[in-house]
């Protein structure tokens, strides 16, 4: 049965084009390859998200080769943010530099509830969207 059918053959509708595996077509279809990164706390919590979340958008950019770039960018643009953020709020509090030395406790608490705040912000504006 094999020897009647063509090894390759190109769907005209989509322009795919599959080889004969057995009695099968399989497409021809290959990845593009993504530059490899390292993701940090703010990158790995958005490839969580895609993949259990919104698995089409997650399918898309790998299929695509642009998941490794937009996980990048969230994460580079998260820890910006963060960053910013815990600084308006510095501002805002009445923390001092005079306070790491002498009221330890007080500072560190407060510095740590300003943190939670900042990720909390960047979570919904970037990470869970």
């Not at 805002?92 to 530099?97: M, P």
């Not at 009221?103 to 943190?115: A, E, F, P």
Request: glycine share 4%; with cysteine.
């Amino acid at each position: 049965m094999n020897n009647k059918l063509p090894k390759t053959k190109i769907d005209e509708r989509t322009g795919i084009e599959y080889h004969l595996k057995g009695d099968y077509y399989i497409p021809n279809i290959v990845a593009p390859k993504q530059e490899k990164i390292v993701l940090n706390k703010y990158g790995k919590m958005r490839l969580k998200y895609l993949k259990e979340c919104r698995k089409a958008d997650y399918t898309i950019m790998l299929i695509n080769g642009t998941l490794n770039t937009h996980l990048k960018e969230i994460q580079e643009t998260a820890q910006t943010r963060v960053e910013q953020i815990i600084d308006q709020l510095k501002e805002k509090s009445d923390l001092t530099e005079d306070m790491k030395n002498t009221d330890v406790l007080y500072w560190v608490g407060t510095m740590n509830s300003i943190k939670a705040q900042a990720e909390e912000i960047v979570f919904k504006e970037l990470i869970y969207w």
